[in-house]
């Protein structure tokens, strides 16, 4: 199971958002099942201090966090 979103982690370690998922065979290396999320939000290095800050994701268009040639690399890692 791979779980993203975009930006840094934050996001998804503080559950604030719902990640994509994607579920692949082990053996195969498969894609099995995918739900995607919309990700409104983003957390986004800080740049005036340590840490990140949440920003709304303006320039983001509707679609997988992870492409079909992101997850072939996932598949070999």
Same mark, same amino acid.
């Given at each position: 199971? *791979?779980?993203?979103v &975009?930006?840094?982690?934050?996001? &998804?370690?503080?559950?604030? *958002? ?6 692949? =065979? $082990?053996?195969?290396? $498969?894609?099995?099942?995918? $739900? ?5 939000? #983003?957390?986004a290095?800080?740049? =005036?201090? =340590?840490?990140? #800050? #949440?920003?709304?994701? *303006? ?6 966090? &992870? ?11």
């Amino acid at each position: 199971m *791979i779980e993203t979103v &975009l930006g840094q982690g934050e996001g &998804l370690v503080s559950g604030e *958002i719902t990640p994509d998922r994607y579920v692949m =065979d $082990k053996n195969s290396s $498969k894609l099995c099942y995918q $739900k995607l999320h919309k990700q409104t939000h #983003k957390f986004a290095r800080s740049t =005036d201090k =340590d840490g990140v #800050k #949440k920003v709304r994701n *303006i320039d983001r268009k509707e679609g997988p966090v &992870l492409n079909e040639a992101d997850l072939k690399v996932c598949k070999h890692n």
